[in-house]
């Protein structure tokens, strides 16, 4: 991704340490989830959904006990056999015993108001610029300028490099596909908004970096 401000990784070490501190003493099964994604960082939400869409190997759009089970798992986060019966009865409503997992990641994610979602709505549909419902590489030299980078500026790293870069922050829990779905934008921005508590920053910091 882009490079943030200082102030904006201050930000986000603060919530990381937030949250950490306050996993200790949660009890509800998907906020020790969602805490412990956040204790990981702005992309800790994004890892979580990598690895649970990498279990649906049949590309159902669900996950049955086992799978479900193994996601939490992998994610660092020991619950109970009875925390995790209560937490898959909670999203298997219909008692089919399977969970679609997009729907529990819609739960784990923490909230984000309107506005900010329709920010990272705006930014995901200008970078699209196929329109096929996915970023790539392509897409992106149309819209993310490297010029101000730092290591662009500085003869580091060229521009191809830099966009690589920004495409692995999205290529967590062990897929390399070099695609971003729109899920998978929202899971990061999700993770990063948790991290700025003023709408107005998260506001700057989306128009500045997509010229939104």
């Known amino acids: 991704m882009f490079r943030h401000p200082s102030a904006q990784t201050c930000n986000e070490q603060r919530m990381s340490d937030q949250a950490n501190r306050l996993l200790q003493t949660a009890r ?6 969602r805490l412990a994604c956040l204790a990981r960082g702005a992309t800790g939400i994004l890892e ?3 690895v649970f869409r990498r279990f649906d190997n ?3 759009g669900s996950l049955k006990m086992d799978e479900f089970t193994q996601g939490v798992q992998e994610c660092g986060l020991n619950l109970t056999d009875e925390e995790m019966s209560e937490l898959f ?11 679609d997992y997009n729907e529990f990641l819609r739960a784990i994610r923490p909230p984000l108001n309107q506005h900010r979602l329709s920010l990272i709505d705006l930014a995901f549909t200008k970078l699209d610029a196929t329109k096929d419902g996915k970023i790539e590489i392509d897409d992106l030299k149309h819209h993310y300028n490297v010029h101000n980078h730092p290591d662009y500026l500085n ?3 060229t521009e191809e490099e830099i966009l690589k870069d920004f495409l692995a922050k999205f290529e967590q829990g062990g897929i390399i596909d070099g ?4 899920e998978e934008f929202i899971d990061y921005y999700s993770g990063l908004s948790a991290s700025i508590d003023n709408d107005m920053y998260f506001d700057l910091i989306m128009r500045q970096a997509w010229k939104l």
């Open 89 to 99: 009865a909670q999203f298997d409503a219909d008692n089919s015993g399977s969970v």
């Open 58 to 60: 049949d590309a159902s």
């Open 28 to 33: 509800e099964p998907i906020h020790r989830i």
């Open 155 to 157: 003869g580091k790293r």
């Open 179 to 182: 695609v971003i779905t729109k």
């Open 48 to 50: 979580f959904g990598r």
